[in-house]
């Protein structure tokens, strides 16, 4: 079986392998002292030339002649034109024992033939080089011009079939894990494995016309062979998927969450290239490229005349594919909730990337369709994407899971119930810091679908994006553009119709708009939707009829051969001379540039190192194009410099030139660019030192009288631009305006200039103008003094008692200063005082200890001071400056205290309550029979003393509860007995609403909780804004109380946090000491958690800290379900504060229908997080729940239920729980076990 001459490759590709035969080699004698003749010995060295040594017969001799890489010292013999004989193994169909010798004994050149039939794995088919803590070496690398080739064999492409199914499911049983270099796959179909159907972690493979389908995670995946390969030079590189099928693959014990068409993420290098693939009817995505945080950036991924469509669904039934597979019953999603939908199937066509870490992507001639989710999405990576010729239509599609149906398991048209489609055709926005790139962009949209408007931001030149509605965008010539812009003057005044643009929808069975599985004639995508020569043609599906319609924009992959196709790669690596030059060849292959050669507007980057060679650059023009001289890099040790932008007058052209440099070898690869000329506009305006001030009153310096202050200089910056450089100074004007006022009550007079001399506040406004167009700053420079009057603004001042004692806020005059304040219930020392001169009363409340004073640099203060809350008493408090002189008068308050002894009481007396007065009860107050009306806000504090509130029931259609709305008030020191409240609306708890304020040393005993709609919370049902103060918060439920609705967003204590609106703050909110023991039904609803539903940024400001608090509530819900929080978004794009700190989950997660309580985590559900994202500042630590983390793993602790029932888990797992003052330990079992929940709150003996 030597001498193989058949083809090993498709035409396209045979230059890769070569066909290789024996030499003649003349044998010379030994020399003066030997008589023998030398036979021939043959090895390969490193510099991949073959050298012949004569070797004496006699081994005696050998030692005589030495070896230097393969070169014969002795005899000096090479011949550089030989090449080995090769091997080819002719494997019978479905010996599977044979072909796995084949693959061990495999060497550079030597081919594998498959016959036809069913080859049966029981465990992964390992193809590894080396040995390493994942196996054994099982197979050589091939080399750059002889390839090992796995092939079916002529007469059986299409029958040669890898079956994993006996795999059970597991993360390590892949079908086929490819740990080596250079080596050629084709005509082999794989299934079943327990994992991914083929894994690839070697560099320079070819997998040509396979397919994979029902695999229990994504058909072919691309990734590090080993946890600790961290860096991007260890990750595979250069490995080309060509006219592959993915299909029907599905994470069945994990619902779904993974399982996708194709995937380059987590850890890829670079050119890696996905040509004439499909993939389809994938549970998750058709293509993720996903990039986690800890791992760093990815190497750029590519994808020429790619189709994705349909996926987020399957091709069967779940219990179909489930039967063709080794399965654990218990973990398998409940079959008639689940059929050809999912529970955790995302549904992308093309998921370009994820987290925060950047992943260049090149797509180009790609179609995308019918998908569940979006059709192409960045998933907010941060890296740049190019997208050419590409045509999406109708995703976000909704299939028909009506088993009765004609259309049963077919896409169908958008379900007026409500389906389970979502999504646009264009997603790539999400990330704020990207500058992406489209071109001959095809976005389409009919009523047998319903996208989304498409989402985009970056270069758009010859584009028809869709709008939403009836709307289309049309872009013929270039721009920077971005679709939360105002692009009126872009709409277009008929859009494209899709009947008349294309031959052929999918599969229209008729008017309704229903059409069949896929839309395809014969179910057989792999062959049916190819050429003779295996590459993409979709016929007429989708195929522009019109070219000149849509003005060349789209997919067009109804070409007759792989000829007609544009591809990626320009040469093949058999054409370089060495396997050094080889490498020099790849990269230059591989590397383009991250931006659109044709309209370059925004700074960019370039790589420089890839593959083991270095890259460096030159710019024909520095002054258009400045390469910084810096290098950056991320957690994988990809390394890239910077490209600044400074767009010039007119359109420019300009040159980059590549130098590649690996072990001597060399290349050189130039790009030429058109750098759009500027268009500048007004842009952010700020001076050094505000450049993070959100408010005006933020804008502000604060600085001593006489102190030496130089005035900031003012920056304004280039809108156009999105990386804020500076508007170059002579293309506008600037006026700069200066006010003066002695204090901050005073009116404001122009002034010349600001002088630090003179104590008051300046403001200064600076006018700015740019092509007509004028914006305007204002920031205030305050100059303090020793002298100056401090007083409140009138207006602006506030006392508020509260949890700690007592709050003033407000504005005041003058920036420093001291607020004193002093507080009594001695009627006489008040009576007194009351009497007394306001300089008298100064100097005799100086003196006492008891008076607290709070100093200030500042135009607007907080201040805090102590009081026990449960009498009545008088506050006095006064302004000092500087210099201690008294500069206001001596203001006082009384607080009053109104008891409450009965349910009358309670309402009457809290119906126009005020932020000085205490409420206090002086008796429990039971409910039973009372006709309850929710009090509307609390303003004041309702000190419980001990006593309690009880059986509670109360109803209504909006914010039911005890109060509609907590505004600044207090409730404390309270217990809640058997309280009930039902709601057809949204907003509901024992506050519908919060505003800020305090509660503290609450005991809330069997609550139930009815809604209607969205937002609720057994404590809160949204809190919107201002601080929210909580600690020592108990809910404790028995079975016969739950908290349940039917909407979105509920939580144990809390239901929602968000904002009003976009760049409002909801303040600072902070939970600690708190626990939860209940059930909190959410079932078939978003957003469930065990103490928080979902908190959502959407600014800068938002604050968010939850620290000692426990979790044993059984919380059910369909997606983001979390322990205890469900959620943390992020849907500014700001970086906001999260700290979850030495918090505790024990308690039972139900996700996505599952009757069982999860053992493992599923995508969005997890013990303390159900989803979060990457771009807050998060810290979590100390954390310890019964379930592991989906994200933040490292930083939580796994322990089981039952060990929680021990006193020594409490003292070694949560050793910050202050079991001396804060929490207790239930009362012991027989056996010494706690009961659950294990530990409560002591509230101090207080509801003893």
């Known amino acids: 079986m030597k001498n193989k001459s058949k083809k090993l490759i498709s035409a396209a590709a045979a230059s890769l392998v070569a066909v290789l035969s024996a030499a003649t080699v003349f044998a010379s004698a030994c020399g003066p002292d030997h008589e023998h003749e030398w036979d021939t010995e043959w090895s390969y060295d490193e510099t991949n030339h073959w050298h012949a040594c004569l070797v004496c017969d006699e081994v005696n001799d050998l030692a005589a002649h030495t070896f230097d890489k393969g070169e014969c010292t002795v005899c000096g013999y090479e011949d550089p034109d030989y090449q080995p004989e090769t091997t080819t193994f002719s494997i019978e169909g479905g010996d599977t024992a044979a072909l796995i010798s084949a693959i ?26 080396v040995a390493t803590s994942s196996g054994a070496k099982t197979a050589n690398n091939g080399t750059y011009d002889a390839y090992i080739t796995v092939t079916a064999a002529d007469d059986a492409v299409g029958e040669v079939v890898f079956d994993f199914s006996r795999q059970t499911f597991d993360g390590n049983n892949r079908g086929v894990a490819l740990y080596t270099d250079y080596w050629y796959w084709y005509g082999i179909e794989v299934q079943g494995a327990g994992d991914n159907g083929m894994f690839i972690g070697g560099n320079y493979n070819i997998v040509e016309y396979c397919e994979f389908h029902n695999n229990r995670d994504t058909g072919l995946q691309l990734g590090r062979e080993l946890g600790d390969m961290n860096t991007i030079s260890q990750w595979p590189s250069y490995n080309l998927i060509k006219n592959c099928t993915s299909y ?100 992308n066509g093309f998921k370009l990337g994820g987290s925060v870490m950047r992943g260049n992507v090149k797509m180009y001639n790609c179609l995308s369709f019918n998908n569940r989710m979006h059709g192409v999405t960045d998933n907010s990576n941060p890296g740049v994407i190019s997208l050419e010729g590409i045509t999406s239509y109708n995703n976000g599609a909704d299939i028909d899971l009506d088993p009765e149906s004609a259309t049963y398991g077919e896409i169908v048209a958008p379900l007026a119930s409500g389906g389970l489609g979502e999504g646009n055709n264009i997603d790539l926005a999400r990330a704020e810091t990207s500058h992406n790139n489209l071109e001959d962009v095809l976005s389409v949209a009919d009523s047998l679908g319903g996208p989304g408007a498409d989402a985009f931001k970056g270069s758009v030149g010859n584009s028809i994006l869709y709008g939403g509605g009836t709307t289309y965008l049309g872009f013929t010539d270039y721009a920077d553009a971005y679709s939360e812009d105002d692009n009126e003057d872009r709409v277009l005044a008929a859009g494209p119709v899709a009947a008349d643009v294309f031959a052929a929808l999918p599969g229209v069975a008729g008017e309704d708009g229903q059409y069949a599985l896929s839309g395809l004639e014969n179910p057989d995508v792999h062959e049916t939707y190819r050429n003779a020569d295996e590459s993409v043609n979709m016929g007429d599906i989708l195929r522009i009829a019109d070219s000149g319609a849509v003005s060349g924009a789209g997919a067009y992959l109804s070409e007759d051969s792989w000829e007609d196709y544009t591809h990626f790669y320009d040469s093949e690596l058999s054409e370089a001379e060495s396997a050094n030059e080889a490498v020099v060849l790849a990269v230059y292959n591989t590397l383009y540039l991250y931006t659109d050669t044709d309209a370059v507007y925004q700074d960019f980057t370039l790589t420089t190192a890839m593959m083991g060679a270095t890259i460096s650059w030159t710019s024909s023009n520095s002054d258009i194009l400045y390469i910084v001289p810096s290098y950056n890099s991320s957690n994988s040790n990809s390394q890239d410099v910077a490209i600044e932008v400074y767009r010039p007058a007119d359109d420019t052209e300009v040159t980059l030139t590549a130098y590649i440099s690996y072990r001597g070898a060399t290349a050189q690869k130039t790009f030429e660019l058109t750098v759009k000329a500027a268009a500048p506009e007004l842009g952010d305006i700020y001076v050094a030192g505000l450049e993070d001030a959100v408010t005006e009153e933020a804008r502000r310096f604060i600085i001593d009288q006489y102190e030496v202050f130089e005035e900031p200089g003012v920056v304004v910056e280039d809108g156009s631009d999105m990386n804020g450089k500076p508007l170059p100074e002579d293309l506008y004007d600037i006026e700069a305006i200066y006010e003066y006022a002695p204090s901050a009550t005073k009116t404001y007079s122009r002034v010349g200039e600001f002088s630090a001399s003179v104590a008051g506040v300046y403001r200064i406004t600076y006018n700015v103008t740019c092509n007509g167009e004028t914006a305007s700053y204002t920031y205030y420079i305050y100059v303090a003094s020793n002298e100056a009057v401090i007083d409140f603004v009138p207006g602006t001042e506030s006392l508020i008692v509260n949890r700690d004692g007592y709050s003033i806020s407000g504005d005041v005059t003058n920036v420093k200063g001291t607020l004193y304040a002093y507080s009594t219930s001695d009627e006489a020392e008040i009576a007194q005082l009351n009497g007394m001169e306001d300089s008298a009363v100064v100097a005799q409340l100086s003196a006492d200890e008891a008076t607290e004073a709070y100093s200030f640099t500042d135009n607007s203060i907080t201040a805090q001071f102590t009081n026990e809350n449960n009498r009545a008493y008088t506050i006095y408090y006064w302004f000092t400056n500087g210099a201690g002189d008294l500069t206001s008068e001596v203001y006082s308050q009384d607080v009053s205290v109104e008891t409450i002894a009965t349910p009358a009481e309670f309402t009457s007396k809290l119906a126009g309550n005020n932020s000085y007065t205490i409420y ?132 144990g204590l809390i239901g929602l946090i968000q904002s009003s609106s976009s760049g409002v703050t909801f303040g600072e909110v902070v939970i600690s000491d708190s626990m939860v023991y209940a059930t909190l039904d959410g079932a078939g609803r978003n957003y469930v958690g065990g103490i928080v539903g979902r908190m959502e940024d959407r600014s800068v400001e938002d604050k968010f800290t939850l620290e000692r608090c426990y979790s044993a509530a059984a919380v059910i819900g369909q997606q983001y379900v979390g322990g205890v929080i469900a959620a943390q978004n992020n849907s500014a794009g700001g970086a906001y504060v999260v700290s979850v700190t030495d918090c505790v989950f024990m308690g039972e997660l139900y996700y996505g229908g599952n009757t069982e309580p999860l053992t493992v985590p599923e995508k969005n559900s997890s013990g303390i997080f159900g989803r979060y994202v990457e771009t807050a500042v998060i810290t979590i630590s100390g954390c310890v729940s019964n379930i592991a983390e989906d994200g933040y793993a490292e930083y939580v602790q796994v322990a089981e239920t039952r060990i929680a029932a021990t006193e020594s888990f409490w003292s070694s797992y949560t050793p910050r729980f202050d079991f001396e003052n804060t929490w207790t330990h239930v009362d012991e079992n027989a056996d010494g076990t706690l009961e659950a929940p294990y530990v409560v709150l002591t509230f101090g003996g207080m509801f003893d």
């Open 104 to 129: 061990s004994q495999a060497q550079p050149g030597d081919t594998i033939e498959l016959a036809a039939g069913t080859y049966e794995f029981a465990s992964t088919l390992r193809v590894a080089d």
């Open 248 to 347: 029907n693959n599905y994470d069945n014990e994990t619902a779904g969450e993974n399982a996708d068409g194709f995937a380059a993420k987590l850890t890829v290098g670079y050119g890696n290239v996905f040509d004439g693939c499909i993939a389809y009817r994938n549970s998750d995505d058709g293509w993720d490229l996903y990039a986690y945080q800890s791992n760093g950036d990815i190497g750029a991924v590519i994808m020429y005349n790619c189709v994705a469509f349909e996926n987020g669904y399957l091709g069967e039934t779940v219990a179909e594919f489930n039967d063709k597979v080794t399965c654990n019953e218990a973990a398998l999603e409940d079959e008639t909730m689940f059929t050809y939908n999912t529970q955790n199937g995302d549904g």
């Open 920 to 1051: 206090l009860l002086t008796a429990d107050l039971d409910f039973t029979g009372v006709e309850y009306t929710p009090v509307d806000s609390l303003y004041g504090l309702v000190n419980g003393d001990g006593h309690s509130i009880d059986n509670l029931t109360v109803s209504g259609s909006e914010r039911v509860g005890l109060f509609n709305y907590l505004r600044g008030g207090t409730l404390m020191n309270v217990e809640l007995n058997n309280i009930s409240i039902t709601s057809s609306g949204q907003r509901n708890g024992i506050f519908g609403q919060s505003y800020g304020g305090y509660i503290s040393n609450v005991l809330i005993n069997n609550l139930s909780l009815d809604a209607g709609n969205a937002r609720n919370g057994a404590l809160i049902g949204h809190h919107t804004a201002g601080g929210l103060y909580i600690d020592n918060v108990a809910l404790i439920n028995d079975d016969e109380h739950v908290l349940t609705a039917s909407g979105n967003d509920m939580g």
